[in-house]
T-cell receptor
C-alpha cells in the first residue's frame, strides 16, 4: 500500500513565524502535491513537483514556497505565517507510469492554526 | 480543461442506492473520469475510474453514457460510513500529474 505521511496532524503557530510542513511518501512516486482545504472551497492546489528539485505553481502559491531535495520528501514552507493561512493542508503523491498512473494518494492532513 | 458540475449535497438513508451525477460537457477524447471519496478529517482517496460504458468495483459502479458528457457514480445500499464528500474529476493524464478537484458532493446518510 502507498503510504503518505505528514509530519503533524495539528499545528499551532503565531503570526510571522516560519512554518515547515513535511510530507514523505514511500512508493517512489515522481509527483508530489500540496493542497489546502477550506470549508466551501474544496481542494486548492498550492504547489506541485514532478521531479527532484523541480516545482510548479498551483492555483494559490502566494505566501508559500516548497522544497524537494529528495524524491520521497516534499516540504511546504510558510515564510511568514498569517491568520489567513489557517487551514487544513493535504499532501499527495502520484506516479506517471502503470495502471495507477496519476491516481493521487493523500496523506492524513495537517490542521494548521495561525494565531 | 473540462469543467465538472455536480450537486453540492445529497441526503440518503441507510440501505438505499445513491446515484451522484456529474456533468462534464466539454470532455475531450483523451479524458478519463475519476471519482474520489473524502471522509471527514482525512485526505481524499481514489474509488473508481472509467472511460466509457460501465465500470464496477467492490466500492461503487460508474456509468458513462455514449456521449460521455456526464457520468453517474452509484453506491449500492449505503451505510452511515458512506457519509463523505465525493469528487468527480476529468483528466487526460498529461498535465504533469495535477488533477482538478471541484467542491464535490457532500453525501449524508441518515439512519
Amino acid at each position: 500500500d502507498v503510504k503518505v505521511t505528514q509530519s503533524s496532524r495539528y499545528l499551532v503557530k503565531r503570526t510571522g513565524e516560519k512554518v515547515f510542513l513535511e510530507c514523505v511518501q514511500d512508493m517512489d512516486h515522481e509527483n508530489m502535491f500540496w493542497y489546502r482545504q477550506d470549508p466551501g472551497l474544496g481542494l486548492r492546489l498550492i504547489y506541485f513537483s514532478y521531479d527532484v528539485k523541480m516545482k510548479e505553481k498551483g492555483d494559490i502559491p502566494e505566501g508559500y514556497s516548497v522544497s524537494r531535495e529528495k524524491k520521497e520528501r516534499f516540504s511546504l514552507i510558510l515564510e511568514s505565517a498569517s491568520t489567513n493561512q489557517t487551514s487544513m493542508y493535504l499532501c499527495a503523491s502520484s506516479t506517471t507510469t502503470g495502471l495507477a498512473r496519476d491516481t493521487q494518494y493523500f496523506g492524513p492532513g495537517t490542521r494548521l492554526t495561525v494565531l | 480543461l473540462a469543467k465538472t458540475t455536480q450537486p453540492i449535497s445529497m441526503d440518503s438513508y441507510e440501505g438505499q442506492e445513491v446515484n451522484i451525477t456529474c456533468s462534464h460537457n466539454n470532455i475531450a477524447t483523451n479524458d478519463y473520469i475519476t471519482w474520489y471519496q473524502q471522509f471527514p478529517s482525512q485526505g481524499p482517496r481514489f474509488i473508481i475510474q472509467g472511460y466509457k460504458t460501465k465500470v464496477t468495483n467492490e466500492v461503487a459502479s460508474l456509468f458513462i453514457p455514449a456521449d460521455r458528457k456526464s457520468s453517474t457514480l452509484s453506491l449500492p445500499r449505503v451505510s452511515l460510513s458512506d457519509t463523505a464528500v465525493y469528487y468527480c474529476l476529468v483528466d487526460r493524464g498529461s498535465t504533469l500529474g495535477r488533477l482538478y478537484f471541484g467542491r464535490g458532493t457532500q453525501l449524508t446518510v441518515w439512519p
